[in-house]
């Protein structure tokens, strides 16, 4: 099956710097990619809709001067968590919609900012 | 608005046996159905999926899932359970092609820990 990439799969950074983390799909083009965020035990929230050379959509309460997406390419998209603070420790997952609709979700990256 | 619902946060069962992970949805329209399973600290893998045809689905890993419109459920089950079956697993629902937009994402269920006692 398709696979999509998640890099790096773990973060640790201090409070006030930026994290970048990239989203690849590895052996098809997505034009559309997802950001996902989960905290333990608890479901996936959708933070944001991006599409290949278009601005992100934001779901409702998610800040995108904090959380930047950037779609440049059809197999890459980037989440970057500017200003960092302990609460946006988490689990950031994406995933990737194929042609057919499916959608191929990354192993995830594990954000703890201290 | 769609809506998933597990009412389960946590199954236990034990090896060999016959399990069950509840789940019920609301959506307008013929739903998109699927199921995902999930590892410590790992993205989500693809179980199985309804879309039309058969109201049993059978899926990866021996999973099968079972389409009740009437019921508005879709229930995954698996006749034998194994121990490395232990995981979290979700429900998801998507809209039909009707919609557009937004509309069209995933929405998840709040999941359910399956554990499976050797």
């Known amino acids: 099956g398709a696979v999509v990439s998640q890099h790096p799969s773990r973060v640790i950074c201090k409070s006030g710097t930026s994290v970048k983390i990239e989203c690849r799909s590895l052996?098809?083009?997505?034009?559309?990619m997802f950001w996902y965020r989960q905290f333990p035990k608890q479901s996936l929230m959708l933070m944001a809709t991006?599409?290949?050379?278009?601005?992100?959509?934001?779901e409702q309460g998610v800040e995108k001067d904090k959380f930047l997406i950037n779609h440049a390419s059809l197999t890459l998209s980037t989440l970057t968590v500017t200003s960092a603070h302990p609460e946006d420790s988490s689990f950031y997952i994406c995933?990737?919609?194929?042609?057919?609709?499916?959608?191929?979700f990354g192993p995830g990256t594990r954000l703890t900012v201290l | 608005a769609q809506s998933v619902a597990q009412p389960e946060d946590q199954v236990n069962v034990a090896e060999g046996n016959p399990l069950t992970v509840k789940c019920t949805y609301s959506?307008?329209?013929?739903?998109?159905l699927f199921w995902y399973v999930q590892y410590p600290n790992r993205g989500l893998q693809f179980l199985l999926k309804?879309?039309?045809?058969?109201?049993l689905v059978k899926g990866s890993y021996g999973f099968e899932a079972e389409f009740n419109k009437s019921q508005t459920s879709f229930h995954l089950k698996k006749p034998s359970a194994l121990v490395s079956d232990s995981a979290l697993y979700f429900c998801?629902?998507?809209?039909?092609?009707?919609?557009?937009?937004?509309?069209?994402?995933?929405?998840f269920g709040s999941g359910t820990q399956l554990t499976v006692l050797p």
């Open positions: 052996d098809f083009q997505a034009t559309t």
């Open positions: 959506v307008s329209g013929n739903p998109y």
């Open positions: 998801a629902v998507r809209p039909p092609l009707i919609s557009s937009g937004s509309a069209r994402q995933l929405t």
């Open positions: 995933s990737a919609r194929g042609k057919h609709n499916e959608q191929f």
């Open positions: 991006s599409n290949e050379g278009s601005k992100a959509t934001y």
């Open positions: 309804y879309i039309t045809g058969d109201n």
